[in-house]
């Protein structure tokens, strides 16, 4: 069966100090991925999603970044943190087919930037 | 892009109740619609789904319907009980990127 990883589960980093948060999947291949942010008490903003090695669509101008070093890893990068990055980030993945369909969330990363 | 618009952003209801939750979309290509509970401090879950070629889909005390002409669909919860009290989101979904856009979450309260 398919399984998903998100580490660390907490982080406290300080404003200006840099970011990686890692997701890499387990039993499938050639999964799509996707990084989201959930703010405090708000929704679930997409920032990025990868159908491919290599392939990245940002959804939202922001400071961050992310890559797909290999199939199924995907990370999630800043340079500088800002204090507005604080949040729940969530890594998910769902099988790449011709069509919408579920999406399968790690249990997430809760971000303070302090 | 699309806009999920879902209310309410809270409901309170007596256990065995029923619950409705509803949400809007703006892209009439949107042809995935599913529904995540979200308990506290948790990854959101899928409790139910349902495409743009099916009106309705129901699961033991979970229902959604669709109206596609409307661009509106809705969650129902029959005979609530406490451990549905979570954070519910509605999500809409196409092509092949398979990205979802989500409404921005019902605080569900079942009181006992």
């Known amino acids: 069966s398919q399984t998903i990883h998100q580490w660390p589960a907490t982080l406290v980093q300080p404003v200006g100090s840099p970011l990686s948060l890692e997701c890499t999947v387990e039993?499938?291949?050639?999964?799509?991925l996707y990084w989201y942010r959930q703010a405090a008490g708000r929704g679930l903003q997409l920032l990025f999603y990868?159908?491919?090695?290599?392939?990245i669509s940002s959804e939202v101008p922001q400071n961050l970044s992310a890559s797909r070093p290999q199939d199924r890893q995907f990370i999630l990068s800043s340079k500088k943190l800002l204090l507005s990055d604080s949040g729940f980030y969530l890594c998910?993945?769902?099988?790449?087919?011709?069509?919408?369909?579920?999406?399968?969330f790690g249990n997430g990363t809760r971000l303070t930037v302090t | 892009g699309e806009n999920v618009e879902q209310h309410p952003s809270t409901l309170s209801v007596q256990e065995g109740d029923s619950a409705v939750i509803k949400c809007t979309y703006s892209?009439?290509?949107?042809?995935?619609f599913p529904w995540y509970k979200q308990e506290l401090g948790k990854r959101p879950q899928l409790i139910i789904d349902?495409?743009?070629?099916?009106g309705e889909k129901k699961d033991q005390r979970i229902a959604v319907t669709l109206n596609k002409t409307a661009k509106h669909f809705s969650l129902h919860i029959t005979e609530t009980q406490p451990e549905d009290s979570a954070v519910y989101f509605c999500a809409v979904g196409s092509g092949n990127t398979g990205k979802l856009i989500f409404g921005q979450g019902t605080t569900l309260q079942v009181k006992p």
């Open positions: 349902i495409r743009s070629n099916v």
């Open positions: 998910a993945w769902r099988i790449r087919i011709g069509q919408a369909g579920p999406l399968h």
């Open positions: 990868s159908v491919g090695i290599g392939q």
């Open positions: 892209d009439s290509a949107s042809n995935y």
């Open positions: 039993g499938t291949s050639n999964p799509n």
